[in-house]
């Protein structure tokens, strides 16, 4: 047996660890927390100093006593949680629940997972940090109480299943009002004049006036003084300039840099980073921190010496901007300068090269450039072009690495310009005035939104990513799909002395990927500003994260924080649910000319709708749900009126009613008992009879056999996952290493049977009496399935040794209990009438 028993918190990390050590030490992995509040009730005495009621999850009862009893043979258990206020608190729980022995016990932290940060760590073991767990606790108690008792409200005020949480509402304000302010946008057209000259060598070169001309007549009157005009080089300015390298990364820029570069999801950066971390290569990713240690400073210095010479190193310390910055000591970089190209899947890959360039870029000299500006006069008006060049004298860091921007801080690139001297004279080939339109705020990307978080105050390292995924989980915020929409423009051209008119068109408004409201999160969000003012400002949101900071470094009291908040919070939480109006987003829109009822739209049970009529009047009112493209604070009168005209009767064909409509997955054909859908673009309204037959042809065609194997026929057509063949009630993927146009019969069987081995290898235990069956899930996790029940097991839990009692009583724990109607209660006699 092992002397020494060191706990993570994850397997991966653990697998990790275990080649730094020795056979004296048993590593074993806790799988997070192993302790946390209940998930069915609040858990929170708030009459005894907000005592948290901490629970050990069923699921995670097994790995306790496994935990438990290694820790009793050991002769010293080594805590080894990550080195934030979540990894302390794991740490916290697991001397807790394991009830460890504190002379035997030691914390230990490390910010990469290398042989020499875990020998060090273990040469310098520390206890507990108490402050730490307790400004964890304080942020877990404060949102459970923001949670559970503000979603309530929510369920009764707006529509049932809604939730509210403290960072997550504040992140759905900053999206909503920015979509208001994109509503309420009105954009301004203006004149931006650019001309391209011609230097006496032949060399052209553009330059611009900077000013706009606010209206065409202006920008004409403009060109016209340039008609017949002789034009020289005015002024010629020359100027020394550098350039300097971004700092290291911390986990926002991180986030943002990938988004800009690799495109991908704040989610998914957190993802590859935790893999890159866990497996040795990057330092802990949640961090505040810009700072690299020495042994960081003096690898990258030779690193940088070794590839690119000595001119290129600048050793430099960076200094953070983030007040409070607490989650680890580092910024986020490669642990070994020297691997710069690491075996890796794709993505990892990726992300790890764009860490070690930045890393090593931060510590190189500044590029030195030449900044040239130029001023160009002509002999009939006194405005002057400008124009203007940069030169780079020595790329230094440029040589690595170059940071980017988001879409609002995008500049014009600088070109190199062509040799010129004072007094020389231009050719001009043209002049062109553009109509261009004054720009509404941009909507929030995921990684903007983590910047605008970060400016704040609002949030730390570890709460960017999950408060992303969560607000979209609950759909209050979805990814636009919008490509855009077409503008036109004029465009005034100076040619030959002679001024002509184009009229051209622009695409504008793309909304793709951006982060755009629902009509729930609108709502949500309303009533929560008007109701719950406090707990919305973005001021009181970070001085809340300022009081987690003070806990952690021992100078606050977490239940005087608590109490603080909680005695003006809870008494306005009774006072709305008991006062307040229902929301429902409801705007009046007119009425309508056939019956002269009330025409509004609002949220309704199933979505947002359109109401012709009122609950008050005897006549019931009629409905039609809102399309997609709609909303409820957008949708105007006509559009909402040409929704009543759903479902629309295209009339038959083969005998079988067609009709066409708007469902979950956007408008479809029903053509008898089958759906479908429409092409992107097509409108449920517009849609002719003629094309509706295209679309039930097409579909006939593609469900028709290709094939019979077995005595069962093959199908094949396209989802939302791609392409697939069906087959015995099975949908079967096909991949790109098949030409799904010109499948043969010898591709169907093989993937039919790589299907039907895929199935047989998936499924873990079976009783075919009960219908209860274990298979295999993602991420090496297990399901107890019975029909459309299915019960998640955790990575813990050992599935090949669950009994057919166990399974039976998981599948009756998680089917939902019928319900039984109450009986009536008999109806009061009616009193007779007595005369008076």
Do not use: C
């Not at 700072?291 to 210095?301: P, Q, R």
């Not at 219908?771 to 107890?784: D, F, L, P, T, Y």
């Amino acid at each position: 047996m092992a002397k020494n028993l060191v706990i993570v918190e994850s397997p991966a990390k653990a697998k990790t660890i275990e080649k730094f050590l020795g056979k004296d030490y048993k590593v074993e992995s806790s799988f997070g927390h192993i302790a946390d509040l209940p998930s069915k009730e609040l858990g929170v005495d708030v009459e005894n100093d907000f005592t948290p009621k901490y629970v050990v999850d069923s699921e995670k009862k097994k790995l306790v006593k496994k935990l438990r009893d290694l820790a009793n043979k050991a002769e010293v258990i080594w805590l080894a949680s990550d080195e934030d206020r979540e990894g302390e608190a794991i740490s916290w729980h697991l001397a807790e629940e394991l009830k460890l022995d504190k002379s035997k016990t030691r914390r230990i932290v490390f910010n990469s997972i290398t042989k020499s940060a875990i020998q060090k760590a273990i040469e310098n073991p520390r206890e507990i940090n108490y402050n730490l767990v307790n400004a964890q606790q304080a942020r877990r108690v404060l949102d459970r109480l923001v949670g559970y008792e503000l979603s309530p409200v929510l369920w009764k005020k707006i529509k049932p299943g809604l939730s509210a949480g403290r960072v997550q509402s504040v992140a759905v304000r900053l999206i909503v009002e920015r979509e208001r302010a994109i509503e309420a946008f009105t954009p301004e057209a203006s004149f931006k004049v650019v001309a391209e000259f011609k230097t006496e060598s032949g060399s052209s070169f553009s330059a611009k006036i900077n000013k706009t001309f606010s209206s065409k007549k202006a920008a004409q009157d403009f060109l016209n003084k340039n008609i017949g005009a002789n034009f020289s080089i005015a002024n010629l300015d020359k100027k020394p300039a550098k350039k300097s390298p971004a700092a290291p990364f911390t986990t926002s820029t991180l986030q943002q840099e990938a988004a800009r570069k690799l495109y991908f999801s704040v989610g998914r950066t957190m993802q590859v980073a935790q893999r890159l971390y866990e497996a040795g290569l990057i330092t802990y990713m949640r961090t505040d921190s810009v700072n690299l240690s020495k042994e960081a400073l003096d690898a990258a210095k030779e690193a940088i010496i070794q590839n690119y010479g000595k001119e290129y190193s600048e050793v430099r310390n960076y200094v953070g901007k983030t007040k409070g910055a607490q989650e680890a000591h580092e910024a986020v970089r490669p642990t070994d300068m020297k691997r710069q190209s690491p075996s890796l899947e794709r993505d990892q890959a990726r992300l790890y090269e764009l860490i070690w360039k930045r890393t090593l870029a931060s510590q190189m000299s500044d590029a030195q450039l030449e900044r040239t500006n130029v001023k160009i006069k002509a002999d009939k008006h006194k405005e002057e072009f400008t124009a203007n060049g940069e030169v780079i004298k020595f790329d230094g860091f440029l040589k690595v690495y170059l940071e980017g921007h988001d879409d609002e801080e995008t500049e014009e690139q600088e070109g190199m310009l062509p040799a010129m001297k004072v007094g020389e004279a231009l050719l001009n080939n043209y002049i062109t005035a553009t109509e261009r339109f004054s720009r509404a705020p941009y909507r929030f990307t995921e990684a903007s939104l983590v910047k605008k978080l970060e400016e704040l105050g609002i949030g730390r390292p570890s709460t960017y990513a999950p408060t992303i995924s969560t607000i979209q989980n609950r759909g209050y915020v979805e990814k636009g799909t919008i490509e855009g929409v077409e503008r036109k423009y004029t465009q005034l051209v100076l040619e030959a002395n002679n001024v002509e008119e184009k009229n051209l068109t622009e695409t504008v408004g793309s909304d793709k990927g951006k982060m755009v409201p629902t009509d729930i999160g609108m709502i949500v969000t309303d009533f929560l500003v008007n109701h719950f003012e406090t707990i919305l400002d973005y001021n009181f949101t970070a001085k809340v994260e300022e009081d987690f900071d003070e806990i952690a470094t021992g100078d606050e009291d977490w239940g005087k924080v608590m109490k603080d908040f909680y005695k003006d919070f809870h008494p306005k939480v009774e006072d709305v649910e008991q006062n307040a109006d229902r929301a429902s987003g409801e705007r009046i829109l007119g009425t309508d000319p056939k019956t002269g009822r009330q025409v509004s739209v609002r949220l309704g049970r199933f979505g947002p709708m359109v109401q012709i009529g009122t609950a008050e009047e005897e006549e019931k009112p009629q409905f039609a749900s809102l399309l997609p493209e709609h909303s409820l604070g957008t949708i105007t009168f006509d559009e909402a009126m040409e929704l009543f005209k759903l479902p629309k009767d295209l009339g038959t064909y083969e005998g079988e009613e067609v009709s066409a409509n708007v469902g979950r997955f956007g408008p479809y054909v029903k053509f008898g008992k089958k759906f479908i859908s429409m092409e992107k673009g097509e409108s449920a309204l517009d849609i002719t009879k003629e094309r509706a037959i295209e679309l039930i042809k097409e579909k006939q065609k593609a469900d028709a056999p290709i094939a019979s194997y077995e005595d069962m026929q093959v199908t094949k057509g396209v989802g939302r996952f791609g392409p697939f063949i069906k087959w015995n009630g099975m949908f079967i993927n096909v991949n790109k290493k098949y030409d799904f146009d010109t499948l043969s019969y010898e591709d169907i069987v093989e993937l039919i049977e790589a299907k039907k081995q895929k199935e047989i290898d998936k499924l873990i235990q079976e009783w075919p009496e009960e219908g209860i069956r274990i298979e295999k899930a993602r991420w090496g996790r297990h399901n107890v399935l019975k029909g459309k029940i299915k019960v998640e097991l955790a990575k813990t839990v050992d599935a090949t040794k669950i009994t057919l009692e166990e399974a039976k009583a998981m599948i009756e724990k998680k089917t939902p209990k019928k319900k039984t109607k109450a009986k009536a209660k008999p109806k009061a006699k009616a009193k007779p009438k007595t005369k008076k």
